[in-house]
């Protein structure tokens, strides 16, 4: 199992920081994916929450019953779990080396999720997510994946 930092990211502008903080480097990986990798899925991942890209993943009833109290325990917990497939159109697309433009556009998404006031798309993952719980969402999925990286100690 790969060790885990325990992050919390209040904002998006605590993100945003820890980004460029670990961009910055060195860091030291708990997990498979690079920083790169890490930004892309995630500006994937919030791209396909602003513009609808992705098709629902579950039936209707699964979003509304089973999905919801996941998902209503995560938001409350404030703990994504390991391990969990994410769909093909959201998983990085480079092969790890160090890419920036990947990384801005991911700090472009962060700026604008930060500042998005109008509603969200209907989620593919569970009924009734609302702008507020789903930049939530984002802010645990951002800190769930940061946590792996694991900026080293100067020296």
Partial sequence: MPKLRKLRLATFDEAIAEIERLRSGP???????????????????????????????????VRATVMRVVFETLLFTEYMPSGAPAPAEIQPTCGGEYDPALIDRCLQMLAIVRDRTEPIPPS???????????????????????AFLKPSEPG
Avoid: F
């Fill in 124 to 146: 593919p993952l569970v009924t009734g997510m609302t702008l507020d719980k789903w930049k939530k969402l984002q802010r645990i999925h951002l800190a769930h994946h940061l």
């Fill in 27 to 61: 860091y030291e990986r708990g997990g498979v994916w690079s920083l790169t990798q890490i930004c892309d899925h995630l500006g994937n991942t919030i791209d396909a929450g602003l513009n609808a890209t992705l098709q629902p993943l579950y039936p209707w009833v």
